[in-house]
Antibody, heavy 125, light 107 residues
Framework: EVQLVQSGPEVRKPGESLKISCKGS????????IAWVRQMPGKGLEWMAI????????RYRPSFQGQVTISADKSTSSTYLQWSSLRASDTAIYYC??????????????????WGQGTLVTVSS | DIQMTQSPSTLSASVGDRVTITCRAS??????LAWYQQKTGEAPKLLIY???NLERGVPPRFSGTGSGTEFTLTISSLQPDDFVTYYC?????????FGQGTKVEIK
């Protein structure tokens, strides 16, 4: 079974750092782009960044550039999303999701066909 | 960024009803559109990609049509599990924007 399994919920204070993870199984992990998608409380969906685990090629949505860091470890079939200094506005559920495809020559990508279960991040003093 | 507008925001219907959700793009996106279903407390699930292709394992009561700027998701006969929220997403442009969602509730 193809699946993405994410790390558990996190509670942090503003200014603290955090790294959450997503582990793939049931398919050749390195050959599929993976995205991180944010869902703020009661709101819709926004993708933040994508990575190709085979060579760690990354792309960021402009509004998230410099705010988060995406990384991958193909040896453990895992991708990560990290913050160096959290804000209260980072409180959200974060999903990892597999892209059907991504054409790096024109930054064209397809739908998200497999999703992790989500990681709730709460940032509060 | 390409803006995606779904209508209605909330839809009231009964089991067995045929319902249609509309998604409009602020500019042409050809057929670069997906539909997702999200149950409360769960991750989104891909239903339709490239505007009309049914994802493997999705029941055939779900169908998608449209091209350019106007798209529809139709559920031919609502089942109890279908009373949840639906999102469209364009992937014509790098922004990959989602619609704001349509909640289908029991009348």
């Amino acid at each position: 079974e193809v699946q993405l399994v994410q790390s558990g919920p996190e509670v942090r204070k503003p200014g603290e750092s955090l790294k959450i993870s997503c582990k793939g199984s049931g398919y050749f992990f390195s050959n599929h782009w993976i995205a991180w998608v944010r869902q703020m409380p009661g709101k819709g969906l926004e993708w933040m960044a994508i990575i190709y685990p085979s060579d760690s090629d990354t792309r960021y949505r402009p509004s998230f550039q410099g705010q988060v860091t995406i990384s991958a470890d193909k040896s453990t079939s895992s991708t990560y999303l990290q913050w160096s200094s959290l804000r209260a506005s980072d409180t959200a559920i974060y999903y990892c999701a597999r892209l059907l495809y991504f054409d790096s020559s024109d930054s064209k990508f397809g739908a998200f066909d497999v999703w992790g279960q989500g990681t709730l991040v709460t940032v509060s003093s | 960024d390409i803006q995606m507008t779904q209508s209605p925001s909330t839809l009231s219907a009964s089991v067995g009803d045929r319902v249609t959700i509309t998604c409009r793009a602020s500019q042409s996106i050809s057929t670069w559109l997906a539909w997702y279903q999200q149950k409360t407390g769960e991750a989104p699930k891909l239903l339709i990609y490239d505007a009309s292709n049914l994802e493997r394992g999705v029941p055939p009561r779900f169908s998608g049509t449209g091209s350019g700027t106007e798209f529809t998701l139709t559920i031919s006969s609502l089942q109890p599990d279908d009373f949840v929220t639906y999102y469209c997403q364009q992937y014509k442009s790098f922004s990959g924007t989602f619609g704001q969602g349509t909640k289908v509730e029991i009348k």
